[in-house]
């Protein structure tokens, strides 16, 4: 990508994580909350390459960290990054740098939603289970009754959407040329 449009681009995706972390709702039994944040996630490693993935989820974060409210629910501060939660926001940049790394050249809802599925959703859920763990001093049960399990329907529907919009704004992008995927009408 050239620098000015791969700035753009990154911003843009920043710009739509942070948007994204105020679609929310807590749920009762778990510290943690349902987010969209994960489906902007998704849409980030699928039209970004894999670098770029990775440092617009670590600005985020970094956002976050510094006290400007963007994290989910529209909290904020590094208190959150290293809290119960906190091995959900860790394990982000890695999961979906791995979900771009691998979402392939063709621009494929299959694929894409695979690859969210597959290595993001669980990475993610593996992150966020060892800090609920470790923090909250719980066995591995009561981890995966609050990290993983009531998650795991909406994360499917999220990666489904975001592999729908991936394909989208791909295909827009690849019209408007100068765009380096192939166009495979899965």
């Keep these: 990508m050239e620098s000015t449009k791969k700035i753009t681009m990154v ?22 909350m349902v987010t969209a944040v994960t489906l902007a996630f998704g849409v980030t490693a699928f039209v970004l390459p894999p670098k770029e993935t990775a440092l617009a989820i670590c600005l985020y974060l970094a956002l976050g960290a510094i006290g400007i409210p963007v994290l989910p629910g529209g909290t904020a501060g590094l208190g959150r990054i290293l809290g119960p939660t906190g091995g959900f926001y860790l394990a982000w940049p890695v999961a979906y740098y791995l979900v771009s790394l691998l979402k392939g050249r063709d621009i494929s809802f299959k694929r894409y939603a695979v690859m969210n599925i597959v290595i993001g959703i669980p ?4 992150g966020g289970l060892i800090s609920m763990m470790m923090l909250m001093d719980v066995d591995l049960m009561a981890g995966l009754a609050m990290a993983v399990l009531p ?36």
């Design 11 to 32: 911003a843009m995706c920043v710009a739509f994580c942070c948007i994204s972390a105020y679609i929310t709702f807590p749920l009762p039994f778990t510290p943690g």
């Design 123 to 126: 990475l993610t859920y593996l």
């Design 151 to 186: 998650f795991i329907p909406g994360d499917i529907m999220k990666s489904l959407g975001a592999a729908f919009l991936g394909v989208k704004v791909n295909k827009m992008l690849a019209k408007q040329g100068g765009y380096t995927v192939s166009v495979n009408r899965n």
